[in-house]
């Protein structure tokens, strides 16, 4: 289960801060990232980390958004600068989770694709 927070209104020029916390029973976490959906277009990626640490980003935010993970916490974050309108969107965290469920007497390891519930952002004076 993910649970995004952060959302919220901004103006132009501004900045904000999203988490996403992964729980249940997780036995590791490998990429985590952000999508974004805006009002009448399709579901895009925003940025995406690998477990080791090594961001990837979509080229309409480079230099302007910053993400990062914390392994212990099992959370990954999304430092928003410079903020424009066309950021406006439901932004949605997303993590390849590996499960360890016990049952039929062992562990077992299953990796599953996770999704938040989203968290609005808006960018408007």
């Known amino acids: 289960q993910l649970q995004a927070s952060g959302g919220g209104l901004v103006q132009p020029g501004g900045s904000l801060r999203l988490s996403c916390a992964a729980s249940?029973?997780?036995?590791?976490?490998?990429?985590m990232g952000w999508y974004r959906q805006a009002p009448g277009k399709e579901r895009e990626l925003v940025a995406s980390?690998?477990?080791?640490?090594?961001?990837n980003y979509a080229d309409s935010i480079k230099g302007r958004f910053t993400i990062s993970r914390d392994n212990a916490k099992n959370t990954v974050y999304l430092q928003m600068n410079s903020l424009k309108p066309d950021d406006t969107a439901v932004y949605y965290c997303?993590?390849?989770?590996?499960?360890?469920?016990?049952?039929?007497?062992?562990?077992?390891?299953?990796?599953?694709?996770?999704w938040g519930q989203g968290t609005l952002v808006t960018v408007s004076s």
């Open positions: 997303n993590a390849a989770v590996i499960a360890r469920d016990y049952y039929s007497g062992r562990y077992h390891l299953t990796e599953r694709d996770s």
């Open positions: 249940g029973s997780i036995f590791s976490i490998n990429a």
């Open positions: 980390i690998t477990s080791g640490g090594s961001p």
